[in-house]
């Protein structure tokens, strides 16, 4: 039967978020956000939308669905960096070149028609949430916010017309490593100064937090390609997410001088826990979710690390480092994941790989010329 590509309005909105639970339903590897979270996000309501605009397809054959897209303009990502760039997220699809096709068309086709120039994604819908299309390390689950696809994406986002415009990287650390001696010396060095404080976020007072968050995100990532700066209302939400869940070993600081200088946030695999409920939680599975949110958290992920330029090269990328490493032996944690990071970001991947990190999975973000 031909493919049928049809737009969905709100009323679709249940629909699309289903597809990808039933599309990897058998998958052993994938894991889910809760489908509350995912409507949240893709809520017209969320602080995102204020300044992003999308439209939904979702592809059809027989009438059954078999893959989704949503094409997405980010303006504050054009007005920040002075492009026309539109974006595609959201996308999942058997493998089925014809669906897939339809439905790139039809994202691009609704990009062309708002004066866009070219479609990059993934995007779910920003670099500040998640981006990227797993391109290698296809053999175990995914770490917390991060993607998870089979192989044959790639192949349908090709056989499109999309090309490499980025790879995103992730490295993971054994904890049992021993931090560099070397490295602990310049640590020592730098603290005889007593220049460079580091400091553990006030879980009681988020707000103090996100301030400092939010002045050194900004200008850590100013020049980074993809980067769009977190808008207070963004920031709000995130923190809103994050409160319940959050530890002062989990978000900490470094100051110069007594000024803001980097930051580091570091989370639990919260995968571990929902790989096992499918985004829903109910009586049959609540009380093992909770055991294993609970007990069976023993590996995590740093989101986030970041150095205003003008504090660069003093140290303090590896201060984070190091404290985000005792953080993690803290909490039991057999392995960590620093992700993700350029690809040309030579500064911090030298240095992740310096102190015993090891690249082991790749992200794709693709672009088309439209």
Not at 40 to 51: A, I, S, V, Y
Not at 254 to 274: E, M
Not at 352 to 358: C, D, L, P, Q
Request: proline share 5%; net charge positive; with cysteine.
């Amino acid at each position: 039967m031909p493919v049928k590509i049809q737009e969905l309005d709100e009323a679709g909105l249940g629909s699309f978020i289903d597809f990808q639970y039933d599309l990897f339903r058998r998958d052993p590897y994938w894991a889910g956000d809760l489908k509350k979270d995912v409507r949240h996000l893709l809520d017209t309501g969320h602080p995102f939308w204020r300044h992003g605009e999308r439209r939904l397809f979702m592809a059809r054959r027989d009438g059954r669905p078999v893959g989704r897209v949503a094409a997405i303009v980010n303006h504050a990502h054009n007005n920040f960096h002075g492009d026309r760039a539109g974006f595609f997220g959201f996308f999942d699809c058997e493998n089925d070149k014809e669906a897939s096709g339809a439905l790139f068309d039809a994202a691009c086709s609704w990009l062309k028609a708002r004066g866009l120039d070219s479609a990059v994604g993934p995007m779910n819908p920003s670099t500040n949430e998640t981006c990227g299309m797993l391109s290698d390390g296809f053999d175990f689950p995914p770490m917390v916010m991060m993607p998870y696809n089979p192989p044959y994406y790639l192949e349908l986002a090709e056989a499109a017309g999309f090309k490499k415009a980025k790879d995103l990287y992730a490295y993971k650390y054994d904890t049992a490593t021993p931090f560099p001696a070397r490295f602990d010396r310049i640590l020592e060095r730098m603290n005889r100064g007593a220049k460079v404080t580091l400091h553990f976020a006030d879980v009681k007072n988020i707000n103090s937090a996100l301030a400092e968050v939010k002045d050194v995100y900004n200008a850590a990532w100013e020049k980074n390609w993809g980067f769009v700066p977190m808008t207070d209302e963004e920031l709000d939400d995130m923190a809103a997410a994050f409160k319940p869940v959050l530890k002062p070993e989990y978000l900490f600081f470094a100051r110069f001088d007594g000024k803001p200088a980097g930051f580091c946030l570091i989370l639990p695999d919260f995968n571990i826990a929902l790989r096992h409920v499918r985004g829903s939680l109910g009586p049959l599975n609540i009380l093992p979710f909770l055991y294993r949110f609970s007990f069976g958290l023993d590996r995590g992920r740093m989101l986030t690390l970041g150095v205003k330029k003008e504090f660069r090269s003093k140290g303090i990328e590896l201060l984070l480092i190091k404290q985000s490493i005792q953080s993690a032996k803290k909490l039991g944690w057999k392995y960590g994941e620093l992700s993700w990071t350029l690809e040309d970001n030579e500064l911090i991947n030298n240095t992740i790989e310096a102190v015993g990190g090891k690249l082991y999975r790749k992200y794709r973000v693709y672009e088309k010329k439209l």
